[in-house]
């Protein structure tokens, strides 16, 4: 750490300790002198200070998913990994004790009941254990439906989050030298980037206690309730208005979220059914548009999302183009290495107008999410609020569509553990959180897009037009980049060829509008 970041800790350690009514004048002497208050590191929080240990806002919403659902297999994470060699049985439990103790996110209670606030708890670690299933005993021929079952019945098992650890652990024995190793973490308590967080700290623990060596991790400076305690204090400064504040301007007027034809009338209850269909670019077509974003100063992201916009607009006939996206929200550098629920969504938001092209739209996209990424670490839940959306267990609040980007590559294996290989096992769980959800991750191959569906409103065949007509699509803007998005082509022939039978059998509302739309 330089003298600069010594200063800045300093700084922020003196105004941790102050009490509430002098936090504000020092915050404001802070701004005189140039120094962003709110890009101080966050802090320990002295807990005698504070009367109660705070949710962060994402932790409040999931709670109220969770009463209302009365729990849900949908906010759960899991990895399963292959483990082949020696395994120390012991060193294992030891670093998932440890990694318990590490992180009071995942040894956090909450309670509360419906109209009353909800509290939180931070239990010890002493009555946390790791699930053991010996399995060596049946035949090999039994192994894998039997194991399968035990890993699915493991995953069907809900959190009691009044009373749970938010992590569980299991072990599964096929044979002395192969174990499966199950980790399940609520998301009230993880995020996406808290899984490689995760593994890695169990790797260095189990390599350390097979070698009867000392835990080599250096303590946590802040556990995640002094984040939680953070938010809950920049969310009465100024700075949360002015950012909210650009927020209402770029998301008034908002369409309704599901303005995607479906070919399923929705449910009167939420429902988490899911379907999937795969994808690929080649690599020629990926490096192609990789290329083509760079060209412009865009990502490969922004062009995804203009593809995408522009493939929905097609397909529903509207040119106000509302989605969704994950961001990390770890921009502070002492909550890098916490697990717990740092994520945010973003929503994004494309005019798909007639004389629109892609290289118009890719700036667009460009532009709206620069601004976007600025403004980041507003709360999502506290957005849905301001903008006064209506919230009940049948829509989402802002959008149904959301596209995610994977930017490292898919790893199949875990290194470097002592005496074992590893792999990560994929399992399959027909679960889905929004209408329609384009996840893309960079493989070796090209491109690789997973479309997780709705069961209940689409039927597979409409994926598969969905997922086809965006390969079509981005070739054709690519080929054609200051050509108007309307007048691209989208369709392959083969779907072409269907237009008569949805002219003539399908009533207006079910038709994809790409098809009623010049295909070009």
């Known amino acids: 750490m330089n003298n600069e970041q010594n200063q800045l800790h300093t700084i922020a350690s003196r105004l941790a300790k102050l009490p509430d009514a002098k936090k504000r004048a020092f915050r404001e002497a802070l701004q005189e002198k140039g120094i962003d208050p709110w890009k101080l590191p966050i802090t320990p929080t002295d807990r005698t200070l504070s009367k109660a240990t705070p949710l962060s806002c994402a932790q409040k919403r999931l709670w109220l998913v969770d009463q209302s659902q009365h729990g849900t297999k949908a906010y759960i994470i899991t990895r399963d990994l292959q483990l082949d060699g020696t395994l120390d049985v012991d060193a294992l439990r030891k670093a998932f004790v440890d990694i318990v103790h590490r992180h009071e996110s995942l040894r956090s209670c909450f309670n509360g009941s419906s109209g009353k606030s909800v509290h939180v708890t931070i239990q010890n670690v002493d009555q946390f254990s790791v699930d053991f299933l010996d ?166 992201f922004m062009g995804l999302h203009t593809i995408l916009s522009v493939l929905l607009a097609r397909y529903s006939g509207e040119d106000d183009i509302v989605m969704g996206t994950p961001v990390a929200n770890r921009e502070q550098a002492s909550i890098g290495q ?91 769980i027909p679960l889905a959180k929004y209408d329609l959800r384009v996840q893309v991750s960079l493989r070796r191959g090209g491109l690789f897009l997973v479309w997780d569906y709705n069961s209940d409103l689409f039927n597979q065949s409409t994926i598969k037009w969905l997922a086809d007509s965006f390969n079509i699509l981005l070739c054709a803007m690519l080929e054609q980049p200051k050509a108007s998005v309307h007048e691209v082509c989208a369709l392959s022939n083969k779907y072409r060829n269907q237009l008569a039978y949805y002219e003539h059998e399908l009533p207006m509302a079910s038709k994809p509008a790409a098809m009623m739309m010049g295909e070009g």
Request: aromatic share 10%; glycine share 2%.
């Open 135 to 300: 399995l060596s005993p049946t035949n090999d021929d039994e192994h894998n439906g039997t194991l399968a079952q035990a890993l699915a019945k493991s995953r069907a098992s809900y959190f009691d989050l009044s009373k749970d650890y938010m992590l569980r652990v299991l072990l599964v024995k096929l044979s002395e030298d192969r174990h499966v190793l199950q980790v399940i973490m609520h998301h009230i308590a993880s995020d996406g980037a808290s899984v490689p967080i995760l593994i890695a700290e169990f790797g260095a623990l189990y390599n350390a206690y097979a070698l009867s060596q000392a835990s080599p991790l250096e303590p946590l400076s802040i556990q995640y309730p002094d984040y939680a305690y953070w938010q809950s204090e920049w969310l009465q400064s100024e700075d949360f208005e002015q950012k909210l504040e650009f927020w209402r301007k770029a998301l008034s007027n908002l369409p309704p979220a599901d303005y995607l034809p479906m070919d399923n009338p929705r449910p009167n209850h939420k429902t988490f059914s899911g379907g999937e269909w795969i994808s690929q670019l080649s690599v020629d077509t990926s490096n192609r548009l990789t290329e083509y974003c760079q060209s412009q100063n865009a990502t490969l």
């Open 338 to 428: 916490q697990i717990g629920l740092l994520a945010n969504l973003l929503v994004l938001r494309s005019d798909v107008s007639e004389r629109s092209s892609f290289e118009t739209m890719l700036q667009q996209s460009r532009t709206y999410l620069l601004s976007a990424y600025a403004h980041q670490n507003v709360p999502f839940e506290t957005l849905v609020e301001a903008l006064q959306a209506d919230s009940d267990d049948v829509h989402s609040n802002l959008f149904q569509v959301v596209l995610v980007l994977q930017n490292n590559k898919v790893e199949n294996t875990v290194t470097g553990l002592h005496n074992l290989a590893c792999k990560y096992l994929e399992h399959k």
